[in-house]
């Protein structure tokens, strides 16, 4: 008999390593990238009227009718010259063409009389047009700025969040872990009121010990397995949020691993209030992108107070053009005619009825409310910041008191369970005593990432970044 075993191992991840996945494959930074895409394409967009614009024509009709019209000096000629194009036509042909002959009244009036009739002819056409901007007062160049500036602005806007996003990755990655450990230490009361459960009932069978202690012990395992399965399933829960999160399926299998701590956590020193407001004041991304969304509006205003101000330009084109008529004459030309113009022209409002300056005005009272918001936006960082910090350093108090806390409840819960296995403790004190170790056990995990938590929002707050993304 050959035994084969299989060993499953799932793979460890750090809080580091879910960050950088958070940032490069969830579905918030793919909708957020291609609104920085689209923003590139408007400035790309805008470039379009400093290139020449290039065009092409072709067109193929039919056209019936008389080439020119038979009124003026067709009309006063002789009958004897107004007979039908097809007569003139055959006497035309019946005398071959020479070019040296002299050209005669009689012969000008036969192409007259040919060419006023009407007639179906096939008319071709083709040709290039071509025109670029020369001078327009500004208007151009404004409206370029104004779309670098806007997507500077988008730029920024995207940093902010994918620095807010890296907090909810934090967050996401402790609460499956938190998760993970409300079910760990569901499993080990479980396996504790298991055992006092055993040996009351032990007890019992043997003559000594209370009914009521065995049966109410248990109704405690009982309520504890609903506990567990609870615990379960909110950690499956948040395995999955996490999962998705990360842009990972549903089912992925991973150990998270919280020993190891982001650099700049781990290196972090709270500085000084006031270093911390300086510091958020100069690299928060948010202050930065309203503050270029309000020169993007003065601009704007710049734009519509030119339009009153002409734009110059220059046109060109050039092109072929052949008329077929139905009938064949060595007076009407059957070949490709070439023609061509080339000129300067001016655009020039003179007057819209106050449209643009109306829409000026409203470009800068958009631009003096964005200055206003940015004003209110420097209090709120300044908020944000001293509010961090104050969660710093309750944090820490916090943590310290949490160790002990369950030090404390640890040792209470082994002394009072060896007292009363000895028959000189209360079993409502060991009941009480688990209850509090439970919580001591949770409680210091959740010291821990609030403590973790408290300074990544700090640097948060200060327009930083978790970890490097470059």
């Known amino acids: 008999m050959v035994g084969l075993s299989t060993q499953s191992f799932s793979q460890k991840i750090g809080l580091e390593q879910v ?10 930074v793919k909708m957020m990238k291609e609104t920085v895409k689209k923003s590139d394409l408007v400035v790309k967009e805008n470039w379009s009227a400093v290139y020449p614009t290039l065009s092409a024509t072709g067109a193929v009709a039919l056209s019936h ?4 019209s038979s009124s003026g000096s067709s009309s006063s000629s002789s009958s004897s010259h107004s007979a039908p194009a097809e007569d003139a036509l055959a006497k035309k042909e019946a005398a071959p063409y020479d ?38 007062f500004g208007k151009v160049g404004t409206a370029l700025k104004v779309a670098k500036n806007l997507n500077e602005s988008t730029r920024l806007t995207y940093k902010r969040n994918m620095q807010a996003l890296q907090l909810g990755a934090l967050d996401a990655f402790y609460r499956a872990e938190l998760a993970e450990r409300a079910v760990a230490i569901a499993e080990h009361s479980l396996a504790r009121k ?7 009932d032990r007890n019992f069978q043997s003559g000594s010990g209370s009914k009521a202690q065995v049966l109410s012990t248990k109704a405690d395992v009982l309520n504890q397995n609903v506990t567990l399965l609870i615990a379960k399933r909110d950690a499956r829960t948040a395995r999955m949020q996490l999962n998705v999160f990360m842009g990972r399926t549903l089912t992925d299998s991973m150990a998270l691993d919280t020993t190891e701590v982001p650099q700049s956590l781990k290196t972090f020193v709270l500085p000084k209030e006031d270093d911390a407001i300086t510091s958020a004041m100069q690299d928060r991304e948010d ?36 008329v077929v008529p139905n009938v064949s004459s060595d007076f009407i030309p059957s070949g490709w005619q070439k023609s061509w113009t080339i000129g300067l022209g001016a655009q020039w409002t003179l007057f819209d009825g106050f449209a643009s300056s109306s829409k000026a ?19 709120m960082i300044e ?11 309750a944090a820490d108090s916090n943590f310290i008191a949490s160790r002990e ?17 000895q028959g000189s403790g209360q079993f409502s004190d060991l009941q009480l005593s688990d209850e509090l170790l439970q919580q001591s056990e949770l409680g210091l995990f959740n010291a821990g990432y609030r403590q973790m938590r408290s300074r990544a929002a700090l640097l948060i707050a200060m327009g930083r970044e978790i970890i490097s993304l470059n």
Do not use: W
């Not at 960050?19 to 918030?28: F, G, H, L, M, Q």
């Not at 009718?65 to 020119?68: A, D, P, R």
């Not at 009244?105 to 071709?124: E, K, R």
């Not at 806390?405 to 296995?421: G, P, Q, R, V």
């Open 19 to 28: 960050i950088r996945e958070v940032c490069a494959n969830s579905d918030s």
């Open 194 to 200: 298991k055992e006092l459960y055993e040996f009351l």
């Open 361 to 379: 005005a409203q470009y800068e009272s958009d631009a003096h409310k964005l200055e206003i918001a940015c004003n209110g936006v420097s209090k």
């Open 405 to 421: 806390m369950y030090s404390s409840a640890l040792e209470s819960y082994d002394l009072t369970n060896s007292n009363f296995k």
């Open 383 to 393: 908020i944000d910041v001293r509010s961090a910090q104050i969660e710093c350093i």
């Open 99 to 136: 070019p040296n002959a002299p050209v005669t009244y009689g012969a000008l009036n036969d192409l007259f009389g040919i060419i006023s009739q009407p007639m179906t002819t096939t008319v071709y056409n083709t040709g290039l047009q071509i025109s670029q901007t020369l001078y327009t």
């Open 287 to 322: 202050l930065k992108s309203l503050k270029f969304l309000a020169e993007v509006n003065k601009d704007g205003a710049k734009i519509y107070r030119a339009m009153y101000l002409p734009s110059i330009g220059a046109q060109g084109s050039a092109g072929y053009s052949k």
């Open 65 to 68: 009718g008389s080439l020119f």
